[in-house]
């Protein structure tokens, strides 16, 4: 604004206020008539006095913002240096050091949960947990989408008041689908829905992060603390794309419950409980598939050759057995998890091990330093101390086969196996570390083992 003209706009708001004093004065002052008492005076009067005086205030008010944004404004004038074009042919200088950025807040930025809902008023085991849990409100708000507009379900989140915010997606309709996936439909509007909901995260209340959980997930009471201290590492290494709280391999009798605190990097998208980056969704969002989403993110054009963050031990566990997906894996593996249930001090430890080159210089040795056995030996009770040791197999029948052999999920998707990490799965068999792993000559990931 120009000095000028904001020396005229402070003189016009001078003058509007010393007139709605003057009046205000005149009103207040006026003698009552002849006769009278003051308390006869027209209550039409004493209402104009009165909204002229609010009105004074207001305007007070505005004259202060307009001195404050005014001061403002003229302390930018004055640090701004000023600069004419340089002339043809003259000399080109640098610019002047710009002035230092202002001290980081000591206050880390929120870190939301989106909770996806549709019609499970369970979802209050959920939310109890996050809550329990959760170190503080400011920190991680919770924020609830809910799809299918079911009304008991929608009571249970309400019920939670200000403690979560609670938000519906508006659209309810039926997903026009391929005659062929007609019986698809859910998984349709699961895709549908979060989209809906991470834009709403990332576009509508502008978070740098989310940890994404859905309606039938239960947390671990350092779920919050985990996540909390990976932030970090994410930003900072970008063959990184998301931290997960779930090991796909997670059952009591395959981890070591001893070690909760060892985390590993994985060329499988875990989901169920994971964290993501406002830039990831910037990716994401303009190709977003219309169903199966979590199969679309675990294809080669998504995952682009980076990796997740999985813990030995995981931090959520799936209660919900009724689905779209009927229970498939929930009755043979799911609700089998075991869910870790002591704190670990992530925040307090150093996780520059997950980098990738550190982790690789650490983390591939060990595995290919390892003994090579034979599965029947594993199966048999193996014999000679209690080190770790190497499980090989060459090709997808042959890791189908030993998988099934150690009780792990022998499924593959793009030909990554769950947990995996360049074709190595991490696991514990009668109390032995086992690496299920390819040849150490391992090239690549072959899509046609799916």
């Given at each position: 604004?120009?000095k000028?003209?904001?020396?005229?706009?402070?003189?016009?708001?001078?003058?509007f206020?010393?007139?709605?004093?003057?009046?205000?004065?005149?009103?207040?002052?006026?003698?009552?008539?002849?006769?009278?008492?003051?308390?006869?005076?027209?209550?039409?009067?004493?209402?104009?006095?009165?909204?002229?005086?609010?009105?004074?205030?207001?305007?007070?008010?505005?004259?202060?913002?307009?001195?404050?944004?005014?001061?403002?404004?003229?302390?930018?004038?004055?640090?701004?240096?000023a600069?004419?074009?340089?002339?043809?042919?003259?000399?080109?200088?640098?610019?002047?050091?710009?002035?230092?950025?202002?001290?980081?807040?000591s206050?880390?930025?929120?870190?939301?949960?989106?909770?996806l809902?549709?019609?499970?008023?369970?979802?209050?085991?959920?939310?109890?947990?996050?809550?329990?849990?959760?170190?503080?409100?400011?920190?991680?708000?919770?924020?609830?989408?809910?799809?299918?507009?079911?009304?008991?379900?929608?009571?249970?989140?309400?019920?939670?008041g200000?403690?979560?915010?609670?938000?519906?997606?508006?659209?309810?309709?039926?997903?026009?689908?391929?005659?062929?996936?007609?019986?698809?439909?859910?998984?349709?509007?699961?895709?549908?829905?979060?989209?809906?909901?991470?834009?709403?995260v990332?576009?509508?209340?502008?978070?740098?992060?989310?940890?994404?959980v859905?309606?039938?997930?239960?947390?671990?009471?350092?779920?919050?603390?985990?996540?909390?201290?990976?932030?970090?590492?994410?930003?900072?290494?970008?063959?990184?794309?998301?931290?997960?709280?779930?090991?796909?391999n997670?059952?009591?009798?395959?981890?070591?419950?001893?070690?909760?605190?060892?985390?590993?990097?994985?060329?499988?998208?875990?989901?169920?409980?994971?964290?993501?980056?406002?830039?990831?969704?910037?990716?994401?969002?303009?190709?977003?598939?219309?169903?199966?989403?979590?199969?679309?993110?675990?294809?080669?054009?998504?995952?682009?050759?980076?990796?997740?963050?999985?813990?030995?031990?995981?931090?959520?566990?799936?209660?919900?057995?009724?689905?779209?997906?009927?229970?498939?894996?929930?009755?043979?593996?799911?609700?089998?998890?075991?869910?870790?249930?002591?704190?670990?001090?992530?925040?307090?430890?150093d996780?520059?091990?997950?980098?990738?080159?550190?982790?690789?210089?650490s983390?591939?040795?060990?595995?290919?330093s390892?003994?090579?056995?034979?599965?029947?030996?594993?199966?048999?009770?193996?014999?000679?101390?209690?080190?770790?040791?190497?499980?090989?197999?060459?090709?997808?029948?042959?890791?189908?086969?030993?998988?099934?052999?150690?009780?792990?999920?022998?499924?593959?998707?793009?030909?990554?196996?769950?947990?995996?990490?360049?074709?190595?799965?991490?696991?514990?068999?009668?109390?032995?570390?086992?690496?299920?792993?390819?040849?150490?000559d391992?090239?690549?990931?072959?899509?046609?083992?799916?």
């Open positions: 604004m120009p000028q003209s904001r020396h005229l706009a402070l003189w016009g708001v001078a003058l206020l010393a007139w709605n004093a003057l009046v205000l004065l005149f009103l207040r002052n006026r003698p009552a008539p002849p006769g009278t008492g003051a308390s006869r005076l027209p209550s039409e009067l004493i209402r104009l006095a009165q909204d002229a005086e609010a009105e004074l205030e207001r305007q007070k008010e505005l004259l202060r913002q307009i001195h404050r944004l005014s001061g403002l404004w003229e302390q930018r004038r004055r640090r701004k240096p600069t004419a074009p340089p002339r043809i042919g003259a000399r080109q200088t640098r610019p002047a050091t710009p002035p230092p950025p202002p001290p980081p807040s206050e880390p930025p929120a870190l939301p949960v989106l909770v809902a549709c019609d499970r008023s369970t979802v209050r085991r959920c939310l109890d947990k996050l809550l329990r849990y959760r170190p503080s409100a400011r920190r991680f708000p919770v924020i609830v989408s809910q799809d299918c507009g079911h009304a008991e379900t929608a009571r249970v989140i309400a019920s939670y200000d403690a979560v915010e609670h938000i519906r997606q508006p659209d309810l309709s039926d997903v026009a689908v391929p005659p062929e996936h007609r019986k698809f439909q859910g998984y349709y509007k699961i895709a549908r829905h979060y989209r809906w909901a991470l834009r709403q990332f576009r509508t209340f502008g978070y740098g992060a989310a940890i994404v859905e309606d039938d997930l239960e947390v671990a009471p350092d779920f919050f603390e985990y996540f909390q201290a990976a932030l970090p590492l994410l930003r900072q290494d970008p063959t990184l794309w998301c931290v997960s709280a779930w090991n796909d997670g059952r009591e009798h395959l981890v070591d419950a001893a070690r909760a605190e060892l985390l590993y990097r994985t060329d499988f998208f875990p989901g169920l409980g994971w964290l993501l980056l406002a830039e990831l969704w910037d990716e994401l969002e303009p190709k977003w598939p219309k169903a199966f989403w979590d199969d679309w993110m675990r294809q080669p054009e998504q995952r682009r050759g980076r990796s997740c963050v999985r813990p030995e031990v995981s931090r959520t566990m799936t209660f919900g057995r009724k689905g779209v997906s009927h229970g498939q894996f929930f009755d043979q593996y799911l609700k089998f998890i075991k869910l870790n249930d002591r704190f670990v001090p992530f925040t307090q430890l996780l520059s091990y997950l980098k990738k080159d550190e982790y690789e210089r983390f591939l040795p060990r595995v290919y390892a003994p090579e056995v034979r599965v029947e030996e594993l199966q048999g009770g193996l014999r000679g101390g209690d080190g770790a040791v190497r499980l090989q197999y060459r090709g997808r029948d042959a890791f189908k086969a030993f998988a099934k052999a150690l009780g792990l999920m022998d499924d593959l998707k793009s030909g990554v196996p769950r947990a995996g990490y360049r074709g190595i799965v991490s696991v514990v068999y009668r109390g032995r570390r086992v690496y299920l792993a390819p040849p150490r391992w090239t690549g990931y072959d899509p046609t083992w799916s």
